[in-house]
């Protein structure tokens, strides 16, 4: 008999795994429902680059090290955010030979559905859970994070 992912995941279950569960099933929610609501670069691995960027930007160099990938990686992603007009690269006011990653409207848009998409995601949490439930999670997870 052949043993399944399942089984063999059963065998090694541990806090680590429950987490790394929760949120790939948070972020595939967040990823489909924005797709759905017509952002679909959350469904590649260019809508990552989303995730450390907000109405102000951030410098290219910081945004590699934040997401941990090597400068051409991110580079790429970059590249194929600007190229569906969601991002675009500005000087970095604080060092001229650097470039800041900035949102273009499109983008502005999606980081204001992306909060639409979390607050919904986070009501569908706490309705499940209850509400003491989700108090008491938010709690934990706070008191993790110290």
């Known amino acids: 008999m052949v043993k399944s992912l399942d089984d063999d995941l059963a065998s090694i279950d541990h806090i680590g795994l429950a987490f790394w569960r929760a949120a790939h099933d948070w972020r595939n929610?967040?990823?489909a429902e924005l797709a759905a609501r017509g952002y679909p670069w959350h469904q590649s691995a260019a809508g990552e680059v989303l995730a450390h960027l907000g109405p102000s930007g951030i410098s290219q160099a910081v945004l590699t090290e934040r997401m941990g990938l090597s400068k051409q990686a991110v580079q790429q992603l970059v590249d194929q955010l600007?190229?569906?007009g969601v991002v675009t690269r500005v000087p970095d006011p604080a060092d001229g030979r650097a470039k800041r990653i900035v949102l273009t409207e499109l983008g502005l848009a999606d980081f204001a559905e992306r909060n639409r998409v979390k607050r919904l995601i986070e009501t569908q949490?706490?309705?499940?859970l209850g509400p003491q439930a989700f108090a008491a999670l938010e709690a934990a997870l706070a008191r993790?994070?110290?």
Do not use: C
Request: aromatic share 8%; proline share 0%.
């Open 144 to 146: 993790l994070a110290e």
């Open 29 to 31: 929610r967040m990823r």
């Open 125 to 128: 949490y706490r309705e499940k």
């Open 82 to 84: 600007e190229a569906q």
